[in-house]
């Protein structure tokens, strides 16, 4: 399965944005998928994940009430709608897909997607 990631660009703090992550293949409905983030000079932290079905969801504490996290298992795809960006919200953000379990840990995702750049100017 490829992801391919898209929805990234240059917004002004308080501003939102809406990142795509397509997969290709026909598994896409029986994984977990998540998006994560990687700002320069820091490791890659976990943002969301999304069960199979979509009925459960996750976040890190600093976007909760900011981001959401959703799919379309019709047209294989997950989003991770941003709102009320911050600055510090600044990292390229990464899709990532074939997880048995709803989790933080990037250990657990098997596929990963190029990546999406995310600016938040100030």
């Known amino acids: 399965v490829q992801l391919q990631a898209s929805g990234g660009g240059l917004v002004q703090a308080g501003g939102y944005l809406r990142l795509s992550c397509a997969a290709s293949?026909?598994?896409?409905?029986?994984?977990?998928m998540g998006w994560f983030r990687q700002a320069p000079g820091k490791e890659r932290e976990f943002v969301a994940a999304?069960?199979?079905?979509?009925?459960?969801?996750y976040y890190t504490d600093s976007v909760k009430g900011r981001f959401t996290i959703s799919r379309d298992n019709a047209r294989n795809t997950v989003y991770l709608q941003m709102n009320s960006l911050k600055p510090e919200d600044t990292a390229v953000y990464y899709c990532a897909g074939d997880a048995m379990i709803l989790t933080s840990n990037p250990a657990a995702y098997n596929r990963w997607g190029q990546g999406t750049q995310v600016t938040v100017s100030s």
């Open positions: 999304i069960s199979r079905t979509g009925g459960s969801t």
């Open positions: 293949g026909r598994t896409f409905g029986l994984y977990v």
